[in-house]
C-alpha cells in the first residue's frame, strides 16, 4: 500500500505540480516508501496500543523517518551538517552594501592571500520585471587589491526545486573558491549565485515564455547589475556560467543563447533540455502555448545544431551511477564538440545525482577555464 502511495505522490510532483522535472532516483523513491510504511503502521498500531505501546510506536515511527530522510539527504548530498539543515551558516552572511572605494564592501581590507568572503544581494529584475530571491556574492581575498578589475567572474545557478544557498551548503562554494584562491596566490574568479526561479518549488526554465522572463533578467539584469556594482573584469572572455542539475541546463542555455555575455559554462548533472516534466507536450504547452518551434528555437541542443561556437568552451560533469544525466551528459557533449566548443567531460564514480558531483568537479571545471581566465600558472 505505501509502494501505491508514494507512485501516486511522485505522479502528483512530477507531471502535475512539475515540481520536480525529472522522475526521482529509485533509492529516493525506496527510501519513501519505508517512511510511508513506519507511518502507516504507527497510525494503525497508535489505535489499538496502550499508551506504552503508543510511546513505543511514536519512539520507533521518528527513528525510522529520520534513518529514511537521512538516506534520501544522503543520496542527493545537501547538507553536510544539522547547522546546514537549520541554516544557520546561511542566516549569517552579511548584507552586500558598496561603498565610496571603487566597489569594495565596507569592511576593512584584508590580505590578497587571505580568505574570501560570501556576501547576499538583491539584484533587480529592472529589464525583466522578473522577481528573485537574494544572491550570493563570493569575493576572493584579491578584490580587495588592486587587481580587483582583472578578476574573472563566475554566474552560478542550482536546481530545482532549490535555492541559491544550494550551492553554500551542498556544494560547499566558499571552500571550494579558497582553495582555488590559495593556489593562484589569492586570485579567484568573483562569484555570484543567482536565482532564475523565484521560488522553491518554481520552474521558469531559464527561459522567456508565458511563465516569466527568466532570460532577460539572466542575460541583461543579472550582467547589468554585476557590472555597475562589482569591480570585476568587464571582459567577456573573463566571464563563465555554470550550475547543478537544472542549474547546469540553465548554464548552458545561457551560453549557447548569449556567448557574447558568457563564453564559457560548467554544467554539472544537466538535463538534455529544459523541462516542466517527463510529458514534452505539457511543457511546451505551458510555456509556449504549444508552439513547439518556438520552443525549440531556445534549446541548447537545436542552437548547437545550427550555430557555430568555435573559441567557446564547456565543462560537462555527472555521477556514474546517474543513468539518464549520464546520457543527457554524453549527448550534449557530443552536440557541443560539434558545433565548437572546446569540452571537457568527466563522470564521478559511485555517485548519482547529487551535489558531491558539484563539490567534487567544480574544482577541474575552475582549473580547465583558468588558462581562458588569465589565471594559468
Not at 541559491?164 to 574568479?189: C, I, K, Q, Y
Request: charged fraction near 15%; hydrophobic fraction near 45%; aromatic fraction near 10%.
Amino acid at each position: 500500500m505505501a509502494t501505491g502511495v508514494i507512485a501516486v505522490i511522485h505522479w502528483l510532483l512530477v507531471n502535475v505540480l512539475t515540481v520536480f522535472p525529472e522522475d526521482l532516483p529509485i533509492d529516493v523513491l525506496a527510501w519513501s516508501v519505508v517512511a510511508c510504511s513506519a507511518l502507516m503502521l504507527f497510525l494503525f498500531r497508535f489505535g489499538a496500543s496502550s499508551w506504552r505501546g503508543r510511546s513505543v510506536a511514536a519512539v520507533s515511527f521518528v527513528a525510522v523517518l529520520s534513518l529514511a530522510a537521512l538516506q534520501i539527504n544522503g543520496y542527493f548530498g545537501l547538507n553536510h551538517t544539522a547547522s546546514d539543515l537549520l541554516g544557520h551558516k546561511v542566516a549569517r552572511i552579511p548584507e552586500l552594501r558598496v561603498g565610496s572605494n571603487e566597489g569594495v564592501p565596507e569592511t576593512p581590507p584584508v590580505s590578497a592571500h587571505g580568505r574570501g568572503e560570501v556576501w547576499k544581494a538583491s539584484i533587480p529584475g529592472t529589464e525583466s520585471g522578473f522577481k528573485a530571491r537574494e544572491a550570493f556574492i563570493y569575493l576572493p581575498a584579491a578584490y580587495r587589491t588592486s587587481v580587483r578589475s582583472q578578476l574573472p567572474v563566475l554566474v552560478l545557478f542550482a536546481g530545482q526545486p532549490g535555492r541559491p544557498a544550494d550551492w553554500l551548503v551542498g556544494g560547499r562554494l566558499e571552500a571550494s573558491m579558497n582553495t582555488f584562491a590559495a593556489r593562484n596566490g589569492g586570485v579567484a574568479p568573483v562569484v555570484v549565485v543567482v536565482d532564475p526561479n523565484g521560488s522553491d518549488t518554481a520552474n521558469t526554465m531559464c527561459m522567456d515564455s508565458r511563465i516569466a522572463r527568466a532570460d532577460t533578467y539572466l542575460s541583461m539584469d543579472v550582467p547589468r547589475w554585476i557590472n555597475s556594482t562589482l569591480k570585476a573584469s568587464a571582459d567577456p572572455g573573463k566571464w563563465a556560467v555554470g550550475g547543478f542539475s537544472f542549474g547546469g541546463t540553465c548554464a548552458l542555455q545561457m551560453a549557447t543563447l548569449h556567448p557574447e555575455i558568457y563564453p564559457s559554462f560548467i554544467a554539472l548533472s544537466g538535463e538534455r533540455e529544459p523541462s516542466l516534466g517527463p510529458d514534452r507536450q505539457r511543457t511546451v504547452q505551458i510555456a509556449f502555448g504549444s508552439d513547439s518551434a518556438a520552443f525549440d528555437a531556445l534549446t541548447p541542443l537545436t542552437l548547437m545544431g545550427k550555430r557555430s561556437y568555435r573559441g567557446q568552451a564547456g565543462f560537462i560533469a555527472v555521477g556514474s551511477a546517474d543513468d539518464a544525466f549520464t546520457r543527457f551528459a554524453t549527448e550534449l557533449a557530443v552536440a557541443a564538440r560539434g558545433s565548437g566548443f572546446d569540452v571537457r567531460q568527466a563522470s564521478v564514480a559511485g555517485v548519482g545525482h547529487s551535489w558531491a558531483v558539484a563539490v567534487q568537479e567544480l574544482p577541474a571545471a575552475m582549473e580547465f577555464l583558468a588558462p581562458r581566465w588569465g589565471l594559468a600558472k
